[in-house]
């Protein structure tokens, strides 16, 4: 039985993520598949075609709507059907190689995935949540590391490993919920899922490990199973997608995902911002805050959030904050401002809270919203630009080679 409050989670469990078995089965999961793909699969386990639409609703039902992790819990369908689908399929969460909780409250995770290659330990990615009085945030990864080599944040010194299907995108927002006790109890008569008043994952952010728009069709599909209302229901403005600014993709988000667009900027001119965020050289900030103007369905009511991460004498400056005006000047905005949060290596010092302040006023009275995020799980590594795997990338020739084995 669920019981709507946060499971105790040990500060580790797992001494090294390379000792830990890999225990999943090598079935494929129904998690992550839409109804067409629910349908083929029933389909391929002889359901009729007469049934199918009743079969495909009540498998959703149980999966994304009340969170069922066995198919005997499936009271709606047949014991027969029930064992067929056993036999052929999994509804398996990552696996959780270590789980801590922070003094504050946030608690992390790192996930390992299944591995493609018999022998080796799957990729592994870490996933965020941050509880707050009246509403809990999710932090998700779309891809196990990241390409574009962010000088401010850990994610970067790795290498990308490979993009996260949108099973093991939909697959992370579900163990959350079973962690956090955030299902329906199964035993209740409604069966639509917890009403918003109830909810521990109030808000899902594609900012943890990973560039979303790298991961555009397996992001898409993603957010399409979790804001479908029949299920999960977390709508579309309850999604952010954060971005270094990959501009191509940008109006394809607005109009194909619909979410809610968060871009890490953190400079104000190009110098700058080619140092700290490469993907700069690319595509410049003339040419993002064009794609910002013309992201569909910006408005007051849907506004871009500009990440800023503050950093010691780089880019804090009083001067720094009237260009951030200016730049930003008629795109309904709000400028999240992000205290530097150190990790071994890094080459940066967090700004003074004093000068962040300073800072903030400035954009405040210029008419942006600008909040100073409160760094949270800072103990545990788990503050923004804090996230980091041990994964490492297998080459195609290492990949041939294993699997010849």
């Not at 330990?121 to 080599?149: D, H, K, W």
């Not at 804001?227 to 403005?237: E, F, K, Q, T, V």
């Amino acid at each position: 039985m669920n019981t709507h409050e946060p499971t105790s989670a040990p500060s580790i469990s797992g001494e090294n993520g390379d000792k830990l078995p890999d225990t999943g089965t090598l079935k494929p999961t129904l998690i992550g598949l839409d109804h067409d793909q629910l349908g083929a699969a029933l389909a391929s386990i002889d359901v009729k075609d007469k049934q199918l639409r009743m079969r495909i609703n009540q498998l959703w039902n149980g999966l994304y709507a009340r969170g069922l992790t066995k198919f005997d819990d499936l009271h709606t369908i047949s014991k027969d059907l029930r064992r067929k689908l056993a036999e052929h399929y999994t509804i398996e969460r990552p696996q959780i190689v270590t789980e801590q909780l922070s003094n504050d409250g946030t608690r992390k995770w790192l996930l390992r995935f299944k591995s493609d290659i018999p022998g080796k330990p799957g990729p592994e990615a870490e996933m965020v949540y941050i509880p707050e009085e009246t509403r809990g945030t999710l932090c998700i990864s779309s891809q196990v590391g990241c390409t574009l080599n962010c000088r401010f944040c850990h994610t970067g010194t790795m290498p990308l490993v490979r993009n996260l299907t949108a099973q093991e995108i939909v697959g992370q927002v579900m163990l959350a919920r079973d962690r956090l006790g955030d299902w329906p109890l199964l035993e209740a008569d409604d069966k639509s899922g917890l009403p918003d008043s109830r909810r521990m994952i109030t808000r899902l952010v594609l900012m943890g490990m990973g560039e979303p728009l790298y991961n555009f069709d397996h992001v898409k599909k993603a957010a399409s199973i979790l804001s479908d209302d029949a299920g999960i229901n977390l709508s579309h403005r309850r999604i952010t997608l954060s971005t270094a600014g990959v501009v191509p993709q940008m109006q394809r988000a607005g109009a194909e995902i619909g979410c809610m667009l968060a871009v890490s900027l953190h400079a104000t001119n190009d110098k700058l911002r080619d140092e700290l965020v490469p993907i700069n050289r690319k595509y410049p900030l003339q040419e993002l805050m064009q794609a910002c103007r013309d992201y569909p369905g910006l408005s007051n009511a849907r506004r871009i959030t500009f990440e800023y991460v503050m950093l010691d004498g780089i880019n804090d400056s009083i001067e720094d904050a009237k260009t951030l005006v200016q730049l930003l000047k008629g795109i309904p905005a709000k400028i999240n401002l992000i205290p530097f949060n150190p990790w071994p290596g890094s080459p940066y010092q967090c700004s003074d809270w004093a000068q962040i302040e300073r800072f903030a006023d400035l954009i405040n009275e210029a008419g942006y919203a600008s909040p100073i995020r409160r760094p949270r799980g800072r103990d545990i590594m788990a503050a923004c630009g804090q996230l980091k795997s041990a994964s490492e990338r297998v080459s195609n020739r290492e990949r041939k080679a294993l699997l010849e084995e």
